[in-house]
T-cell receptor
Framework: AQTVTQSQPEMSVQEAETVTLSCTYD???????LFWYKQPPSRQMILVIR??????QNATENRFSVNFQKAAKSFSLKISDSQLGDTAMYFC????????????FGQGTRLTINP | DSGVTQTPKHLITATGQRVTLRCSPR?????VYWYQQSLDQGLQFLIQ???????AKGNILERFSAQQFPDLHSELNLSSLELGDSALYFC??????????????FGEGSRLTVL
């Protein structure tokens, strides 16, 4: 079974700083997706960024980028120039492309951006 | 707005009761997923339906059941409720039975409180 681990329950940075959230996962599969979802106080799950495992190039979406290390099974999220609106719970998630394609989530990291 | 609609947004009930949560997927999406988010278990996959048929099952209790109707909306039925069933229940949808892009679109969730 796949597992996703986020070792940082909480993080706090100042506005405009850069912050990196950690995520590791465990799988024996070779074809999968990795995701970062954001859950603001409104509680809706919002996709931040997606990475296909077969792609070596790290995904980037504006201020959000990932460091995908497939051999190490590591998938960290970097937020540059952090903004107050980035305050939220961030969940790392894994989806296997074989069998039941369900999202497996980590426990989440509560990120607070301070003014 | 993800386009996924969940009702009710909040629900308070007593132990032993039965409730039904409803989800309308995005227009054109054939797959519906149900997730449970609780403080101690995090985000857990419950069940997936594709075009009216059960596609995958996760950690769904026998007291819980779901179905997807011909108009593609889905209902999650929770019976013989216990205090531990208090959680946020998310519905998500994707275009096909196998989300090629990996992206699920989440509703705002239904907050269930069992007293």
């Amino acid at each position: 079974a796949q597992t996703v681990t986020q070792s940082q329950p909480e993080m706090s940075v100042q506005e405009a700083e850069t912050v990196t959230l950690s995520c590791t996962y465990d799988t024996s599969e070779n074809n999968y997706y990795l995701f970062w979802y954001k859950q603001p106080p409104s509680r809706q799950m919002i996709l931040v960024i997606r990475q296909e495992a077969y792609k070596q190039q790290n995904a980037t979406e504006n201020r959000f980028s990932v460091n995908f290390q497939k051999a190490a099974k590591s998938f960290s999220l970097k937020i540059s120039d952090s903004q107050l609106g980035d305050t939220a719970m961030y969940f790392c998630a894994f989806m296997n492309l074989q069998g039941a394609q369900k999202l497996v989530f980590g426990q989440g990291t509560r990120l607070t951006i301070n003014p | 707005d993800s386009g996924v609609t969940q009702t009710p947004k909040h629900l308070i009930t007593a132990t032993g009761q039965r409730v039904t949560l409803r989800c309308s997927p995005r227009s054109g999406d054939l797959s519906v997923y149900w997730y449970q988010q609780s403080l101690d278990q995090g985000l857990q996959f419950l069940i997936q339906y594709y075009n009216g048929e059960e596609r995958a099952k996760g950690n769904i209790l026998e007291r819980f059941s779901a179905q997807q109707f011909p108009d593609l909306h889905s209902e999650l039925n929770l019976s013989s409720l216990e205090l531990g069933d208090s959680a946020l229940y998310f519905c998500a949808s994707s275009v096909g039975g196998s989300p090629n892009t990996g992206e699920l679109f989440f509703g705002e969730g239904s907050r269930l409180t069992v007293l």
